[in-house]
C-alpha cells in the first residue's frame, strides 16, 4: 500500500466512474485533495474524453493498463463486477464496493479474495441504514410473531429488485426467525426509501429511512476505503470501519 505514511493522499481508482454514484464519488474526492488522489475512473463503455478534470479515464476492457492504486470503489453493476474484483487481486489492492445484484457465485468469489486483500462490500453506505439495520434486528427479536414485510422505493433505472438494501435487512429480520415478505416499487427519481413493518393484532410498527441525496452513499464509501487501505487481508463491515 501507498501510504507508509497515512497522512498521504489515497491513491483511488472509481469503478463505473460514469454512473450516478461514480459521479457522485469523483466530485467528492475531488473536494478533499489531502485525503484522496483519484489515478483513474472506469466506465462500461468507452469514455467520450481520455482526461477529465486531470483523471484518466479507462473503458472497462482495457483495465489491465490503469495505473498503480491503494483502494478501488466500485458502483457498476455485476456484469462488470468479475474482473475488477480480480485486478484487485491481482494488485494486491484493497475494494469498497456497492454494486448490488451480485449472483451467489459472485458472493462466493468475494469471500474466497478475502482471503488474499482487505474488503467491504455493502448494500448500503448510509450511517441511517447501519442504524436502521440494528433496529430491525431488535424489533424482530421482540416481535417474532408478528408479520414483517420491507417495503423499498427507488428510480426507475434501478436494475435489481428487490434492492440490496432490502435483502440486507430482511436478512437482519429473519436472525430472529421472522419470515419477510418484500415489495418494490420503481417510481420517478427516488434516491432510496426502505420501510421495515411489523404488524400484529390492532397494532403496527414502521420503521423508515429515506435517501434525499446518494451523496451519503459516496461519502460513506470514501470514509470505507480510507479506513480499509493498509488493513489485512479480510471481509470488513462498514461498522467495522466507523471512527
Ligand atoms: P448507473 O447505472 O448510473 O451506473 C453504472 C456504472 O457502471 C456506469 O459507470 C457504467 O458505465 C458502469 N458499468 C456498466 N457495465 C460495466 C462493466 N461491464 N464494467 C465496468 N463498468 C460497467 O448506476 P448507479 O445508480 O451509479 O449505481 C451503481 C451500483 O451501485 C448499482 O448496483 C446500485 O444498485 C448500487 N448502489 C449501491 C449503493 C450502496 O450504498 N451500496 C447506493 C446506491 C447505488
Not at 494488485?91 to 474488503?119: F, K, M
Not at 470514509?223 to 471481509?235: D, E, I, N, Y
Request: with cysteine; aromatic share 4%.
Amino acid at each position: 500500500m501507498n501510504p507508509a505514511d497515512s497522512s498521504s493522499p489515497l491513491r483511488l481508482l472509481i469503478h463505473g466512474a460514469s454512473g450516478r454514484m461514480g459521479q457522485s464519488l469523483l466530485r467528492l474526492a475531488a473536494e478533499q485533495p489531502d485525503q484522496f488522489t483519484v489515478v483513474g475512473a472506469v466506465t462500461g463503455r468507452p469514455p467520450p474524453q481520455r482526461v477529465v478534470d486531470g483523471v484518466p479515464h479507462f473503458a472497462a476492457r482495457e483495465m489491465n493498463g490503469v495505473p498503480a492504486f491503494d483502494v478501488v470503489i466500485d458502483f457498476s453493476l455485476p456484469e462488470g463486477f468479475d474482473s475488477i474484483l480480480s485486478l484487485c487481486s491481482q494488485r494486491g489492492a484493497a475494494l469498497v464496493s456497492g454494486t448490488t445484484g451480485l449472483s451467489d457465485a459472485q458472493r462466493q468469489t468475494l469471500d474466497e479474495a478475502s482471503e488474499r486483500i482487505p474488503l467491504v462490500w455493502a448494500s448500503n453506505f448510509s450511517l441511517g441504514v447501519a442504524v436502521l439495520t440494528e433496529l430491525t434486528e431488535r424489533a424482530a427479536k421482540a416481535l417474532a410473531q408478528w408479520d414483517c414485510d420491507i417495503i423499498e422505493s427507488h428510480h426507475t433505472q434501478k436494475k435489481d429488485a428487490p434492492s440490496g438494501t432490502a435483502l440486507t435487512l430482511g436478512q437482519a429480520a429473519s436472525t430472529a426467525g421472522v419470515e419477510v415478505h418484500y415489495a418494490s416499487l420503481r417510481a420517478g427519481d427516488i434516491v432510496g426509501e426502505h420501510t421495515v413493518q411489523f404488524a400484529g393484532l390492532g397494532e403496527r410498527i414502521e420503521l423508515v429511512h429515506r435517501a434525499t441525496n446518494r451523496d451519503i452513499f459516496a461519502r460513506g464509501a470514501l470514509h470505507a476505503a480510507r479506513r480499509l487501505a493498509g488493513k489485512p487481508p479480510g471481509s470488513y463491515r462498514v461498522r467495522d470501519l466507523l471512527d
